[in-house]
């Protein structure tokens, strides 16, 4: 899931049918899709080895993907560690097919949940790394406020956070046809840089990584890892 590539209207209501028009516009253009952001996989790729270098490599990692998509590159990444343990959750009925797919020899490792990021719920520090790449800009931005604070208590102390954001404060802002899909309306929203960062500090995570980079669809984003701290 990533940013605008085209005109976007700053501020028209959220609609009330959200989540639903998401889930349809990315399980219709989802092989579009999964092409399109193979250029984003060197960023990825990137910020998920800043990731490991934090981790432990013999301890058993339980890690929550918020928006996996179809598992390529970066949760394939994940599992090829075999003390990683993956939990995935995505809108797209489609994009989790194909994950299942594509991931079919971690089946023993891997476990995917579909439907809204906001229904999800788990017990209190049930995770060593919650993370989301181009998927929490697809909330409102009060759910990203609300989202935090729910990681952080699913964090066990220590956890880790990684999720990238809109660099630019964008209250609303939705496409009718992105990436030229006829079925690509599309839906994003964030606080910009500073405000992001507050939000994650705010709900109790230090941050040990923020980094501004331009997208390749000359969008800048930003890209946060933190800390939760210890209780």
């Known amino acids: 899931m990533t940013g605008p590539t085209g005109s976007t209207q700053p501020n028209p209501a959220v609609p009330s049918d959200l989540k639903n028009r998401l889930k349809d516009s990315y399980d219709a253009i989802a092989l ?3 092409n399109f ?3 984003h996989d060197p960023i990825r790729l990137h910020y998920l080895g800043q990731l490991l270098s934090h981790l432990d490599s013999k301890d058993k990692t339980d890690i929550l993907e918020l928006g996996c998509g179809a598992g ?5 990444l994940l599992l090829e560690h075999a003390n990683i343990h993956v939990t995935g959750n995505d809108l797209s ?3 989790l097919q194909l994950a299942k797919q594509n991931l079919a020899e971690f089946s023993d490792r891997l476990k995917f949940l579909e439907g809204d990021m906001m229904d999800l719920s788990f017990a209190e520090k049930s995770f060593d790394v919650v993370m989301g790449f181009y998927s929490v800009i697809h ?3 009060d759910e990203q ?6 990681i952080v208590r699913w964090l066990k102390p220590g956890g880790l956070f990684l999720a990238n954001f809109s660099a630019e404060e964008m209250p609303v802002a939705f496409e009718e046809k992105w990436l030229d899909q006829e079925k690509g309306w599309m839906f994003w929203s964030g606080w910009g840089a500073e405000g992001s960062c507050k939000m994650v500090e705010e709900a109790g995570l230090e941050i040990l990584i923020r980094e ?3 997208d390749v669809v000359d969008a800048n984003f930003l890209w946060v890892l933190g800390r939760k701290r210890e209780a």
Do not use: A, D
């Open 139 to 141: 909330l409102p931005r």
């Open 212 to 214: 501004i980079k331009e």
């Open 145 to 150: 406020v609300e989202l935090l604070k729910r």
């Open 32 to 34: 579009h899709y999964n």
């Open 37 to 39: 952001t193979r250029q």
């Open 72 to 76: 390529i590159p970066g949760t394939k």
């Open 93 to 95: 009925t489609t994009q």
